[in-house]
T-cell receptor, first 116, second 114 residues
Framework: NAGVTQTPKFRVLKTGQSMTLLCAQD?????MYWYRQDPGMGLRLIHY???????AKGEVPDGYNVSRLKKQNFLLGLESAAPSQTSVYFC???????????????FGDGTRLSIL | AQTVTQSQPEMSVQEAETVTLSCTYD???????LFWYKQPPSRQMILVIR??????QNATENRFSVNFQKAAKSFSLKISDSQLGDAAMYFC???????????FGTGTQLKVEL
């Protein structure tokens, strides 16, 4: 049972470099999310998607872009990395929140990203 | 905006004892859902327990149970018969009914001692 898979697991970048984090889920979930986790601040929502071809801003979207070209994949891009983006990034997926609204979000194992 | 507050950055418990982690939240919604997630050192986010606001009965999952006080907007997690494997960061999270965003607290680091 793969669930939610994130690649890479670790990455070190220099300031100004770009990169893309990949999230893949095999649960046929409509909704997908990107969070960042910083010490003492819990998880904060960056962007999310409610279906293939859709994206929306979360709580802390600046400096990031996302794309959802396929239902199973949700990509998070950093066009010009900054030290403030050093964090652990989590992807999650879920069924739509209506109907069985207690359905939880399923998380990947996270990507530790360091920007020097 | 909804907020979730976990006022205990760290907690310790002896193995086999019981510990309660606190969580309070602020919302004007009447329909919402509350969750506790566990994050061990492996960094995985693991769902521990969930509670629907419209249910008066407190949720229970084996050794884990909640004390949901809707009027007080309190959602504490009780871990009974604590085990070494329970050592982790615990996050309380809120989602409005029909909403698609989870709001997390800042977490409580639980240590389990022999």
């Amino acid at each position: 049972n793969a669930g939610v898979t994130q690649t890479p697991k670790f990455r070190v970048l220099k300031t100004g470099q770009s990169m893309t984090l990949l999230c893949a889920q095999d649960m046929n979930h409509e909704y997908m999310y990107w969070y960042r986790q910083d010490p003492g601040m819990g998880l904060r929502l960056i962007h999310y998607s409610v279906g293939e071809g859709t994206t929306a801003k979360g709580e802390v979207p600046d400096g990031y872009n996302v794309s959802r070209l396929k239902k199973q994949n949700f990509l998070l891009g950093l066009e010009s990395a900054a030290p403030s983006q050093t964090s652990v990034y989590f992807c999650a997926s879920s069924y739509p929140p209506w109907g069985a609204s207690n359905q939880p979000q399923h998380f990947g194992d996270g990507t530790r990203l360091s920007i020097l | 905006a909804q907020t979730v507050t976990q006022s205990q950055p760290e907690m310790s418990v002896q193995e086999a004892e019981t510990v309660t982690l606190s969580c309070t939240y602020d919302t004007s919604e009447s329909d919402y859902y509350l969750f506790w997630y566990k994050q061990p050192p492996s960094r995985q986010m693991i769902l521990v327990i969930r509670q629907e606001a419209y249910k008066q009965q407190n949720a229970t999952e084996n050794r884990f149970s909640v004390n949901f006080q809707k009027a007080a907007k309190s959602f504490s997690l009780k871990i009974s018969d604590s085990q070494l494997g329970d050592a982790a960061m615990y996050f309380c999270a809120y989602r409005a009914g029909g909403g698609n965003k989870l709001t997390f607290g800042t977490g409580t680091q639980l240590k389990v001692e022999l």
